[in-house]
Each structure stands twice: as C-alpha cells, then as structure tokens.
C-alpha cells in the first residue's frame, strides 16, 4: 500500500531548500505527508525498517551537515490547518506561529500576540517551548495532541506537557506534536494588532531578518544574555568562511553568502570558547543539528 500519495516523497533533496540557514546538503528522501493519519503511518514505517529520520518543522532552528542526511527527512509543512474555536485556536504543527498569531488576532483572542514573528512552526515551537517578549507556549496552550514512538495517538493536558525554558516532555520523551489547542482570551483586535505590530518593529530593527540564519544560537544564561555576553567579548563581525557573528544582533550567526556547515560550526566553537575565557560562561547551543 501506497503510504503517502504521488509526488509527495522527493529524492536526493537538497535541505538548504528548506532551512532558514540555507544550508544542508541532499537526503535520500524527503517526505511531505499531509495528514496525521499518513504521518502516523510513515513514522511507524520508518521505525519498523530501522531507515534513520528525522522529523522537521519549518526548519528555523536547524544546521543540517554539508554531505547531507542518509535517511529519510519528514517535513510537516503541509499539516498546516489552524481553526478559531470559541475562546482558542486549533493549530496543526506544520502551521507557523506567526499564522497562528495572525488567527487569532482576526478572532480578536488575545494571548498569542508574543508568536508573531517567531519563525519557527507550531509543532516545533510546542516541543522546545518557544517564546519571545515575556511569552511562551507553556502560556498559551492548553491541550496538546501527540504521536509515540509507535505512532498510537495522544492528547494531553499543558500541565502534563513538562514545559520548561526551551524544552518539554515531548523534546525529552521523542514525542511527536501533532496538533495544540491554545485557550485564548477576547480582546480588542486593534490593542492585538498594535502589539503584534510592536513585536515586529522590534524584531525588524535589532535582529538581523535580512540575511539567512537559525535564529538565536545560545540558550539564555543564568545570568544576563548571550548576546551581551558575545558582544562584550567583542565578537561582532567575527567571520569564518561565509558564517558571521551578526553585526546587527550578536546572538546571531548569518549566512553572508556561501557558508557551509562547517564554517558555522566553527564559529559556535570559538564564539563559546572565547565567551567563556573571559566571562566564565559557558554557553549553551539552541540549534539543532541533522547530520553532524
């Protein structure tokens, strides 16, 4: 039996076409099912073969190798249907935060204007706890729907779900985030709109949106910020080969044009090397890695 339809399964993929770095060679196969139920299918799949996978979302918070993924790359892109419900919205986790925060503000729901501009997907923003602006999805959600390791289906409760900073059971657990359901509350859609359109202005004048890039690279520290602990080493501009310590943001690395995994890397390495000789701080990696 056919588990995804025709055209849905493509070969030899390069993976720069699908991460915000624009960097990553081509895996074997790259799958795009458009349903829980073809996920669930494929995964049990994949698993019973023993074929390495790995699932992605929109591909925001990834550093996938030069040479590429031997394996099968599921991407949930296409599992992106979202519904206002009464005093919530319905995301499935291919849909991206942003839309989702687009969603409810044209419901007039307030609670998810923080999502805006977040690049990352509603799935992959639920298991690493996504936030921005003093919000978080622990704050927003309320139920979510998951897959195990055998593809049965689950839902849970957000107070069963383990959320803490940057993480969550389902991160620590390799469960698979099908769909959340966020419990909102009503407001005036232009205060929504506003704040939404602050948190892009924002965004728009201290990040780096112009250039490739996965995001903030470290975790915050216990104490301050990466990004004032990366610029206090003098560490802007920083370069090696086409990966650089943004000018704009520190907690940045861009792709300026040609870099390849390894030149980013690199550059993780000697920013955390150099941060933690002179501040005694050892910074943590937020972005994930496929091949390395």
């Known amino acids: 039996a056919r588990l995804l339809p025709k055209g849905a399964v493509l070969f030899g993929e390069p993976l720069s076409k699908h991460t915000s770095f624009r960097i990553g060679g ?135 779900a383990g959320f803490a900073y940057r993480s969550s059971r389902f991160q620590r657990e390799a469960l698979t985030v099908t769909a959340v359901r966020f419990k909102l509350r009503e407001g005036r859609q232009t205060e929504i709109r506003e704040k939404m359109a602050d948190y892009a202005e924002r965004r728009r004048t201290k990040q780096p949106l112009d250039l490739p890039s996965a995001g903030s690279v470290f975790k915050r520290p216990a104490n301050g910020y990466a990004s004032a602990l990366i610029d206090a080493c003098g560490l802007k501009g920083c370069r090696i080969g086409g990966a650089c310590v943004s000018k704009k943001h520190a907690g940045f690395i861009v792709n300026t044009g040609g870099a390849t995994c390894r030149d980013v890397l690199a550059l993780i390495e000697h920013v955390r090397e150099q941060v933690l000789k002179q501040s005694g701080v050892l910074l943590e990696c937020e972005i994930k890695t496929l091949g390395v």
């Open 26 to 160: 081509p895996c074997d196969y790259f799958a795009l099912p458009d349903t829980e139920e073809e996920l669930a299918n494929l995964l049990g799949f994949v698993r019973q073969s023993g074929l390495p996978y790995y699932l992605m979302g929109n591909g925001t918070n990834l550093l996938c190798a030069d040479e590429g993924f031997a394996g099968v790359v599921i991407q949930t892109a296409r599992l992106n249907r979202i519904m206002a419900e009464d005093g919530g919205v319905y995301a499935e986790c291919g849909a991206s935060l942003t839309r989702a925060a687009y969603e409810a503000a044209a419901a007039s729901l307030t609670g998810l204007e923080f999502a805006h501009g977040i690049p990352g997907s509603v799935g992959g923003g639920t298991v690493m706890n996504a936030g921005a602006y003093g919000g978080e999805i622990a704050d927003a959600a309320c139920e979510v729907f998951y897959l195990d390791p055998a593809g049965n289906r689950f839902r849970v409760q957000a107070k069963a």
